[in-house]
């Protein structure tokens, strides 16, 4: 089956660790996002890439980094850097050219303790 | 930047009543889309709307883009306990869509029996 799988589901954190969030998709796709989501907000766009080795700072970029080897993979990583790194981190990944769905992934939510 | 209102924030339905959200944006449309999240899950594609005056159905929902692409309705007829959940309205950041989306608060959805 194709799709988006983020690991793990749920990741907890002392402060001042980096941590890293696991993407993946076999979609053959070639944009893929990340997204962070709080109680009561929308979802905003932290990082994107259109292609391999290439990669944009979102809305909301500062204290994480990203990289894009692999067509099929693009890690997260959440630096200490990040003044609120708790919260819910959604992936996406959709066909680079013209208006297409975007395919999320289940999502892990990250907590520091 | 584009900002994404939807409309109401919260919402509580007997089951079998029809409901309408709402979602207005700040500037003029390239594409809407329409997703539904279910508490701590990843979000699922109900449908997405492109041209002004367009209107797509799926199952007992169906939703519209308004003709001067700033507003989309979405609309549940004869509401079903699996219809609970928060339902996100998301806009492409440019035309093309591959620099991701910008989404609407969301809004939460109960059915009551």
């Known amino acids: 089956d194709g799709g988006i799988t983020q690991s793990p589901k749920y990741l907890f954190r002392k402060e001042g660790q980096n941590v890293t969030l696991s993407c993946e998709q076999n979609?053959?796709?070639?944009?893929m996002y990340w997204y962070r989501q709080d109680p009561g907000q929308g979802l905003r766009l932290i990082y994107y890439?259109?292609?391999?080795?290439?990669?944009q700072k979102g809305d909301i970029a500062e204290g994480y980094s990203v990289s894009r080897e692999k067509k099929e993979s693009f890690p997260l990583t959440v630096t200490s850097a990040q003044k609120n790194p708790t919260a819910f981190y959604l992936c996406?990944?959709?066909?680079?050219?013209?208006?297409?769905?975007?395919?999320f992934g289940p999502g892990t939510r990250l907590t520091v303790l | 930047s584009q900002e994404l209102e939807q409309s109401p924030q919260s919402l509580i339905v007997q089951e079998g009543k029809n409901l309408t959200i709402n979602c207005t944006s700040s500037?003029?449309?390239?594409?809407l889309y329409w997703y539904k999240q279910k508490y701590g899950e990843g979000l699922i594609f109900l449908m997405m709307?492109?041209?002004?005056?367009e209107e797509k159905s799926h199952e007992k929902i169906t939703a519209k883009l308004d003709e001067k692409k700033q507003q989309s309705s979405l609309h549940i007829t004869a509401s079903q306990p699996s219809h609970a959940g928060i339902y996100l309205c998301?806009?492409?950041?440019?035309?093309?869509?591959?620099?991701?989306?910008?989404f609407g608060k969301g809004t939460h959805l109960i059915i009551q029996p």
């Open positions: 890439s259109q292609i391999v080795n290439d990669f």
């Open positions: 979609l053959n796709h070639d944009a």
């Open positions: 500037k003029t449309l390239y594409g």
């Open positions: 998301g806009a492409p950041n440019s035309g093309g869509g591959a620099d991701g989306l910008t």
């Open positions: 996406a990944s959709s066909p680079r050219t013209s208006l297409n769905e975007q395919f």
């Open positions: 709307l492109q041209k002004g005056g």
